[in-house]
């Protein structure tokens, strides 16, 4: 009897053993000696074959920073995750330690685009497109605080005795935005289709655009013909056809009004540097209740394998998550099944937990999903070569 119980033991010791190590994986060390307060190393998850970059910046290390670029330093376009911070570091004032790839939008030519940015992205305090899943959004402000906060635009443009909502800035006119403000950050003309809505060339504007803005402008010039090129000092407002208020009628060259922009809650407009996912994955330390639902909903989990529901789909992974102390920016390896799968958000999202992030959210992942370390790029995407993608995210550091 007592043999038994010594066997029943040992075989629960076991299995707690075994469990321990399942839920967990092999860390191993990169680049040990980059920053004080920066951490970078490979993790091989053992629950499935995946394998994981992860970088965790300290928020108490003054010397280092969150920062994000956009791709050539405008929305339409694309460029590769390296080149980014190629182009940061030669500013000289800083050195891009680590970059990952950004947020979501369109990567096909799109009539000549040649891509074009589709979530939030404030770069260096200038308010460049505006928050789209106003849940997965992420900001910095001056001092160092974390925003994660649900966050969203109100803006107007007031002309006469009227004001218009305005809904969109430097985006693709999304189902809803009938209203669009182009600033010189698009690119060189709105690339816009001439049936589909009336251009209204604006001057006097103070610029860069910032989240709390307020500036009185002038009409400079009005067009039907679609693509106007934007002035370097000045925007331009596009109108849907479909808009058919009074205020319309008030827009002729000469007139003058004020354009108003700010983002709520207020502690937004304070925000520095800031960037948009698609899909918030933690929020006080626990997973988001869709993920969870479709995870438990799940008839059968087949580890590493590809599904038409993306969110249960094994895929390269980006994500972006903070506790107190840390910051995390990860990237998880796919669609490499000798070296690894990749995760589905629910997984993703756990290993974030793991790690001890308290707040995430999801970037943008598949082939985008790149880890640059020092300008090289460290990590394999699964099209066999690096990106070129829409923006990025930076870790960097004081140049001494």
């Given at each position: ?134 849940e997965a959004c992420f900001g910095v402000t001056e001092s160092g605080e974390f925003l ?60 860069p655009l910032t989240p709390n803005y307020a500036h009185p402008y002038r009409v400079e ?60 994955l933690l929020k006080n330390g626990k997973i988001n209740e869709t993920l969870v639902e ?107």
């Open positions: 009897m007592r043999k038994f119980r010594a066997i029943i033991c040992l075989l629960f010791l076991l299995m707690t053993v075994t469990a321990i190590v399942q839920a967990g994986g092999e860390k191993k060390t990169l680049f040990p000696d980059l920053a004080q307060g920066l951490h970078i190393y490979r993790y091989d998850w053992d629950v499935e074959t995946c394998v994981l970059y992860v970088a965790e910046m300290s928020r108490h290390e003054s010397v280092l920073r969150f920062e994000v670029a956009l791709a050539n330093a405008q929305v339409l376009g694309k460029e590769t995750v390296r080149s980014m911070a190629n182009r940061r570091t030669q500013r000289g004032d800083r050195r891009v330690l680590v970059a990952v790839n950004g947020g979501f939008g369109v990567l096909g030519d799109m009539r000549g685009y040649g891509g074009v940015l589709e979530s939030l992205h404030v770069q260096d305090g200038e308010l460049i497109t505006q928050p789209t899943d106003t994660s906060t649900p966050v969203q635009m109100k803006a107007s443009v007031q002309i006469g005795a009227h004001t218009l909502p305005l809904e969109c800035v430097n985006q693709r006119r999304l189902d809803g935005c009938q209203v669009t403000l182009y600033t010189p950050r698009l690119g060189e003309s709105t690339r816009t289709h001439r049936r589909r809505g009336t251009e209204i060339v604006i001057g006097g504007l103070s610029l010039g009005i067009s039907r013909n679609g693509n106007s090129p934007i002035p370097r000092d000045g925007a331009v407002l596009w109108m849907s056809t479909r808009v058919k208020d009074p205020s319309v009628s008030e827009f002729n060259a000469g007139a003058e009004g004020t354009l108003t922009l700010t983002l709520s809650p207020p502690e937004w407009n304070r925000v520095q540097h800031a960037i948009g996912g698609r899909l918030r479709m995870h438990h909903a799940e008839k059968r989990h087949v580890p590493g394998k590809r599904a038409s529901v993306l969110n249960l789909s094994h895929e390269p992974r980006t994500a972006l998550g903070y506790n107190a102390d840390t910051l995390f920016l990860i990237v998880a390896d796919g669609r490499q099944p000798k070296y690894s799968t990749g995760l589905t958000l629910y997984e993703l999202a756990s290993i974030l937990i793991e790690l001890g992030a308290t707040e995430a959210i999801n970037l943008d992942g598949g082939s985008s999903s790149t880890f640059v370390v020092n300008e090289a790029v460290i990590n394999k995407p699964s099209g066999q070569r690096e990106r070129e993608v829409l923006n990025a995210v930076f870790i960097t550091a004081d140049v001494p």
